[in-house]
């Protein structure tokens, strides 16, 4: 550097400080250039590579550390500017003050879009690959390591600035206690959001609903004050996290099959028939390519019902998709009514008998009705 201040020096005919300054740009601008075209190198060599820790390292890092090359360089030149503009100690004290804090920026500025850089590359990479992305858990380590960066530039930065750090400490402690025993329904809802988080009772795209509170819905979001459930009347509902800490929720779609629970009712006149419809009913569930038999089958006469006799059919089919359930249970009704017919049976609707008992005789004896 000194020699191209001394080049421009005699050069543009200036004195040696400000040649010095100018060159100091000249060579900060190489610096940025040189950077960037090494950033844009080591980006096609990150997306060859199997991880993304490396894309998302070079991504994060390309704008920061431009960045921090131009602090770095003004801060050199406003303590060479500074003996030739003005004598004030206090000048350079604040610039320089101001350049740590900067720096400091730069790092969480680097270190936040690094988080985000990797929750955004697993997630498209995932999707590329066919393979399964928990979208809960990356978000709620994503949102925590944010909120640690936050947390530890704030200190950093009151630091840099003069505060005492262990009176602030102090004094966040007891204002946190007061804090806290105000806002203790907002406390209860991030302390829900982080069980729900560590638990992982459901996560983003479940089916949950709870027979304690009318909610039944697709999870949609989660947050750390609440979670938002769209309806299956597409309205959306904003539940408090602390909410699920004390009510039992359920998660259909975590289920591993769909339950098959029929009662098929005979009539009383079709009873010789029955043991052969049941036989002929397992066999055809037994031989169905949408029903799991390795799970509990059954196929028994149950009970005497009141008009018809009924029989218990019990299985699992494979498939837990909604509609895809309810085309597998179609074939298998309608299948059970062709066996019910090929049998020469009829499916039992409600009926009563009614019996009634013959008229008395009655014999006029001295005048007197009588009965026979």
């Not at 390292?57 to 960045?67: D, E, F, G, K, S």
């Not at 500074?82 to 270190?111: M, N, Y």
């Not at 494979?318 to 049998?343: C, M, N, P, S």
């Not at 008229?359 to 026979?372: H, N, S």
Request: aromatic share 10%.
């Amino acid at each position: 550097m000194n020699v191209l201040a001394e080049f421009l020096n005699r050069f543009l005919e200036t004195e040696l400080w400000l040649a010095t300054a100018l060159s100091l740009v000249l060579l900060t601008l190489l610096a940025s250039q040189i950077v960037r075209m090494l950033f844009k190198h080591a980006t096609r060599l990150a997306q060859r590579s199997a991880t993304h820790w490396d894309e998302a390292l070079v991504n994060a890092a390309r704008l920061p550390v431009q960045a921090v090359i131009w602090l770095v360089s003004l801060g050199w030149m406003a303590r060479l500017l500074q003996p030739h503009w003005t004598d004030d100690a206090d000048l350079l004290t604040a610039v320089r003050q101001l350049h740590d804090v900067g720096i400091v920026l730069c790092v969480a500025w680097f270190l936040w879009k690094f988080v985000v850089q990797v929750t955004q590359t697993a997630e498209s990479r995932s999707h590329a690959r066919g393979e399964a992305f928990d979208a809960t858990t990356f978000d709620a380590l994503s949102k925590l390591a944010r909120l640690l960066v936050f947390v530890a530039a704030v200190i950093t930065i009151a630091q840099t600035l003069g505060f005492k750090i262990g009176g602030l400490l102090a004094l966040g402690g007891v204002g946190g206690l007061a804090v806290g025993l105000a806002a203790k329904d907002l406390l209860a809802n991030f302390f829900g959001g982080l069980t729900i988080y560590l638990d992982r009772p459901f996560s983003v795209g479940d089916w949950i609903r709870s027979p304690d509170k009318s909610i039944e819905g697709t999870v949609e979001y989660i947050s750390w004050r609440h979670t938002r459930i769209r309806a299956f009347n597409k309205n959306p509902i904003y539940v408090p996290n602390a909410v699920f800490t004390s009510i039992v929720v359920e998660n259909p779609s975590r289920m591993s099959h769909r339950r098959l629970k029929e009662t098929l009712g005979l009539r009383y006149d079709d009873f010789d028939q029955v043991d052969r419809v049941v036989a002929d009913i397992k066999a055809m569930l037994l031989g169905h390519e949408g029903i799991d038999t390795r799970e509990t089958l059954i196929v028994n006469f149950n009970a005497f019902g009141a008009s018809s006799l009924d029989i218990m059919i019990y299985g699992f089919t494979k498939t837990r998709a909604w509609v895809e359930y309810h085309a597998v249970k179609q074939d298998v009704l309608l299948r059970i009514g062709r066996i019910v017919a090929a049998h020469g049976a009829q499916v039992a609707f409600p009926t009563q008998t009614l019996h009634m008992a013959s008229a008395p005789e009655t014999t006029q004896r001295d005048g007197l009705p009588a009965q026979t």
